[in-house]
C-alpha cells in the first residue's frame, strides 16, 4: 500500500502546558522557537520549532490549568502528500478509517487523520496548495 507520501511534515507533542513544554526543548536542544499562536475558537495554544524540514508543533490548551508537573506526550505524525483524496481512498481501501480532509492549520492546507490501525500512535496526511489562497489586494 502507497499512499504517496513525501516526507514527514511535521511531529505533535501534546502537553498540559505547551509553552513550558517548547521552552524546554528551546533550552534543552537549543532549538528556536520560530512561531507561537492561539487558535480562535478552539481554546489552544500551539508553538513551532524546525529542525532542518521537520516541524515540532507543541499543542495545548488556550489557559493553563494549575498542575503538579508538565506532562507531555507524542501527539502524533503528519506527512506530506501530493493528493491528499488518493491517499485517503489508499488507506480506506485497505481497511482503515480515515476521517474527510478539512482546511489545516496551514494556509490552502487540507490534513486527515487516520482514525485507527496505526499501533496507537496518532496519524495524519496533509496537502498543501489544496486551497485556493486568495491575496489581498495592495
Known sequence: ?????????????SSNDS?????HFSETFGFEIK??????????????????EVILEFAGPGEVQPYDEVKARLGGFVVCVDDIEKAIETVRAAGFPCGDPHPAVQPGAKIASVKAGTGGVPFAFIQYNAIPIEESGA
Open 35 to 52: 512561531r507561537t499562536m492561539s487558535r480562535p475558537g478552539s481554546r489552544a495554544h500551539m508553538e513551532f520549532m524546525k529542525i532542518r
Open 19 to 23: 509553552a513550558a513544554t517548547a521552552q
Open 1 to 13: 500500500m502507497s499512499v504517496g507520501a513525501k516526507n514527514i511534515d511535521h511531529i505533535v507533542i
